[in-house]
T-cell receptor
Framework: DTGVSQNPRHKITKRGQNVTFRCDPI?????LYWYRQTLGQGPEFLTY????????KSRLLSDRFSAERPKGSFSTLEIQRTEQGDSAMYLC????????????FGDGTRLSIL | AQKVTQAQTEISVVEKEDVTLDCVYE???????LFWYKQPPSGELVFLIR??????QNEISGRYSWNFQKSTSSFNFTITASQVVDSAVYFC?????????????FGKGTLLTVNP
């Protein structure tokens, strides 16, 4: 069990550019989640996968955001035409199927928009 | 909809003091889980403890203990004999076991500073 891995750890980009983040979950976990955390706040849910199926998307996830989990393994989160308000920590988590199983988080990717 | 409130924004203690972090929650689900996570300056959220809604027995695990009271919708977390390494932001979170049994709802966190 190597834990949830995210990369890059930090991303600095200019407004208007596209960015993509990657998450490798714990291998035996079927569920994968993306959260966003801004300064002084708790993480907020963005989206969730059960294996390769994206089952829920928050209204926080505008049409500039897209997430995929091909083959039910790693996941990518892409933000197109980045805006200043996209600056945040993007956290990935994974868990087994059963309700109440703790979600295990990666170190996150900190996005800064210049 | 779920809601988690952590009224304490910041707490500062001296090493070896006991400290209790408060958490109050709202949910209409009858079955749910409550969690405490720790986020040190490095940024990774670390799972600490969980409690399901049917088990109000309070427990102790090492220096950690928790007090779950369904009647007051509270899930407080205590660190005994605090250490400098306990300095972090602590988040209380809830997940319902009904329709949205995938989405953790977090409080805003309590910044704990343990001074030597």
């Amino acid at each position: 069990d190597t834990g949830v891995s995210q990369n890059p750890r930090h991303k600095i980009t200019k407004r208007g550019q596209n960015v993509t983040f990657r998450c490798d979950p714990i291998s035996e976990h079927n569920r994968l989640y993306w959260y966003r955390q801004t300064l002084g706040q708790g993480p907020e849910f963005l989206t969730y996968f059960q294996n390769e199926a994206q089952l829920e998307k928050s209204r926080l996830l505008s049409d500039r955001f897209s997430a995929e989990r091909p083959k039910g393994s790693f996941s990518t989160l892409e933000i197109q035409r980045t805006e200043q308000g996209d600056s945040a920590m993007y956290l990935c988590a994974s868990s087994p199927d059963n309700c109440g199983q703790p979600q295990h988080f990666g170190d996150g990717t900190r996005l800064s928009i210049l | 909809a779920q809601k988690v409130t952590q009224a304490q924004t910041e707490i500062s203690v001296v090493e070896k003091e006991d400290v209790t972090l408060d958490c109050v929650y709202e949910t209409r689900d009858t079955t749910y889980y409550l969690f405490w996570y720790k986020q040190p300056p490095s940024g990774e959220l670390v799972f600490l403890i969980r409690r399901n809604s049917f088990d109000e027995q309070n427990e102790i695990s090492g220096r950690y203990s928790w007090n779950f009271q369904k009647s007051t919708s509270s899930f407080n977390f205590t660190i005994t004999a605090s250490q400098v390494v306990d300095s972090a932001v602590y988040f209380c979170a809830l997940i319902p076991c009904g329709g949205s049994n995938y989405k953790l709802t977090f409080g805003k966190g309590t910044l704990l500073t343990v001074n030597p």
